[in-house]
T-cell receptor
Framework: DTGVSQDPRHKITKRGQNVTFRCDPI?????LYWYRQTLGQGPEFLTY????????KSRLLSDRFSAERPKGSFSTLEIQRTEQGDSAMYLC????????????FGEGSWLTVV | GENVEQHPSTLSVQEGDSAVIKCTYS??????FPWYKQELGKGPQLIID?????GEKKDQRIAVTLNKTAKHFSLHITETQPEDSAVYFC???????????FGPGTRLSVLP
């Protein structure tokens, strides 16, 4: 069994470019979460999916951010027209949905906008 | 919305000593409280969790205690080792029970 897999692990991009991150959850986990983490802070919730449905989006998720989970398996997070303030680690997590669900994180995707 | 506070922000202990990190939460309906350990450059790793129907849970050198009345829960690490050095995050579920709100983290340094 593999854990949550994220790709790429590191991305350096110029301001204004678009970037896309991919997350492969633990197999059979029907919930998938995206979090953002900046240095010295805890993870901040961005959005989550149950199967292919995006059920909640944080106010942190501006119009330049879009997430998809087309077949209820892997997910992508795209950031358009990147800004320096987007520099952070983007964490994906997955879980089974039950009243006591535990979420398991991937290793994260580091984004540096220069 | 839900708010999770965590103290201390940094903690240094001598190898072999115990370490305690405390978190407080605001939503009295919260019922699940995980703790994560994050090493540099890696994602958070679940180390222990507790549900609201128990007051304490232990796993080898790690334990978590929960006081629902006071709305706080604590991580206890005994016989600390250098490999325990990391940032530790507490979390609880948000008001709607759909996702997790994390504390700001505690950087633990275990000095040899």
């Amino acid at each position: 069994d593999t854990g949550v897999s994220q790709d790429p692990r590191h991305k350096i991009t110029k301001r204004g470019q678009n970037v896309t991150f991919r997350c492969d959850p633990i197999s059979e986990h029907n919930r998938l979460y995206w979090y953002r983490q900046t240095l010295g802070q805890g993870p901040e919730f961005l959005t989550y999916f149950q199967n292919e449905a995006q059920l909640e989006k944080s106010r942190l998720l501006s119009d330049r951010f879009s997430a998809e989970r087309p077949k209820g398996s892997f997910s992508t997070l795209e950031i358009q027209r990147t800004e320096q303030g987007d520099s952070a680690m983007y964490l994906c997590a997955s879980s089974l949905w039950d009243p006591g669900n535990t979420i398991y994180f991937g290793e994260g995707s580091w984004l540096t906008v220069v | 919305g839900e708010n999770v506070e965590q103290h201390p922000s940094t903690l240094s202990v001598q190898e072999g000593d115990s370490a305690v990190i405390k978190c407080t939460y605001s939503d009295s309906a919260s019922n699940y409280f995980p703790w994560y350990k994050q090493e540099l450059g890696k994602g958070p790793q679940l180390i222990i969790d507790i549900r609201s129907n128990v007051g304490e849970k232990k796993d080898q050198r790690i334990a978590v205690t929960l006081n629902k009345t006071a709305k706080h829960f604590s991580l206890h690490i005994t016989e600390t080792q250098p490999e325990d050095s990391a940032v530790y995050f507490c979390a609880d579920r948000d008001n709607y029970g759909q996702n997790f709100v994390f504390g700001p983290g505690t950087r633990l340094s275990v000095l040899p």
